[in-house]
């Protein structure tokens, strides 16, 4: 039997009088990539959110390894964000910290390693992804690609369990896009279980294991990557631009 | 609109005591580390000593001013180093270094915050396991309770070297005469009077700074909402506990 890691049940989620979500429902296996696809303004990053307890949710139940996780107090959230990583659409890096500062935050609030220890795992992660040298830059002073990939790094450098990938190729160019996605791959090759979202198929595709789709409020359809291009699925009217949702 | 004047400084102040007893409980759960409390005491009062030095120094040159040209006229000169004592350790410094404070501290922490709020910093050390509480609110809310005090003895200080010098340059006093009863007037009851309140100003500048910076909404323009906020919100409160502290201070001890 395959292990279900997280599971989401009956979601609702609403901003004042605007239902953001009716009714979202699905389940995350151990060691697989799931896509969340969905128009603008779907929620899918609301979604993402609500899976760390950045955002509340109206009703419905979160499962993180059969336990109940959607009412928590704000301690034992922080107990959760130690096993599931938020990876922010625009890196959210701390502009104040140089990127040796960023990438070693998690590792000194969480593990009693040395400065040794630290500095050579950072060196040797951003050797990985094509950043060496720029440990000692701010993140004023990174294109907007290099940013993505320290915050990418900083939300996986802790080795957590589940990895939320909030649209981490949105405005890139198609090169940095694909380093984007080989790391994701590499992730996965390593047993990284991860939700993906974004509006970028082509990444998408490569990357996920199962592709949800979001559309007024609900899971609107469920397709493996291979079946999405044979088929005459709401997906693929998605990628192809002809569903409006 | 009448219901608004009322509903909104009541959710201000309901915000306020919610930072304050989360910061509590928060400082109880956990200290924050020693070097983020380091950093902001250096950010938020050591930098601040120009500004508090030169705001000390001219309130000093112009109040003895004041008043040693307005007690010539009724032969009550000597008595500029008492009263420009009196009012130095009780009122002008206190409040002058906490206003100052809430300008440039204030300010600074709201629109910092804020800005880390809009984009998604303070999310992301929540994402990342951590407070915000023990990595932004407290330490600053600490580096303002050590700073204060410390800041405001050095205003009383150089406001009481100001006075000494222009009653010395302008009224022809000596410096020995000033400095006799500077010394001679300054009870250490008047002395803690001045010494306190410097506590209770900073919770009134650090807490409104970062309530209105952990509250930011609407980008850009919310952090300039929220710094003008912090700065307005941080000088009432320092003249209204000003009020009460003076008032706890008479009670106490009442010159009897």
Known sequence: ?245 | MVSQLIKNPLEIMGGLAEVFMESIREFKRKRPKSIDVYTQIYNLGISSIPLIAITALCSGFVMTLQFGLGLEKYGGKPYVPKVMSLAIFLELSPVFTALMCAARVGAGVASEIGSMKVTQQIDAIRALGSSPYQKIYLPRILACLISFPILTLLTSFLALLATAVIARAELGLPFLFSYQKIVTTITPWEFLSGFFKPFGFALCVALPACYFGMNVSDGTKGVGRATTMSVVTGSILIFITDYFMTKIYWIIYPYS
């Open chain 1, 1 to 245: 039997m395959i292990d279900i890691l997280l599971e989401v049940k009956n979601l609702k989620k609403s901003f004042g009088s605007k239902i953001v979500h009716e009714d979202i429902n699905f389940k995350l296996y151990k060691g697989e990539c799931l896509g969340l696809l969905g128009g603008s303004g779907t929620g899918k990053s609301v979604i993402l959110r609500a899976l760390i307890g950045l955002e509340k949710i109206d009703s419905g139940r979160i499962l993180f390894e059969n336990e109940e996780i959607q009412n928590l107090d704000e301690d034992h959230w922080q107990d959760i964000r130690k096993k599931i990583s938020y990876v922010f659409q625009n890196g959210a890096l701390f502009d104040s910290l140089s990127v040796r500062e960023n990438l070693a935050y998690p590792l000194r609030e969480h593990f009693k390693l040395t400065e040794t220890e630290i500095s050579k795992k950072i060196k040797t992660l951003l050797g990985e992804v094509g950043l060496e040298n720029t440990e000692e830059l701010f993140p004023s002073e990174l294109s907007g690609g290099m940013q993505k990939r320290v915050g990418l790094l900083r939300s996986i450098i802790f080795s957590p369990e589940i990895i939320l990938f909030d649209e981490p190729t949105a405005g890139l160019d198609p090169f940095n896009t694909l380093n984007i996605q080989k790391t994701i791959l590499k992730m996965k090759s390593l047993g990284f279980t991860s939700i993906f979202v974004s509006h970028d198929m082509p990444t998408a595709l490569a990357v996920c294991d199962r592709i949800l789709l979001i559309k007024n409020g609900r899971i609107a359809e469920e397709a493996l990557p291979e079946d999405i291009e044979s088929s005459n699925s709401s997906l693929r009217k998605f990628m192809e631009g002809t569903l409006k949702l």
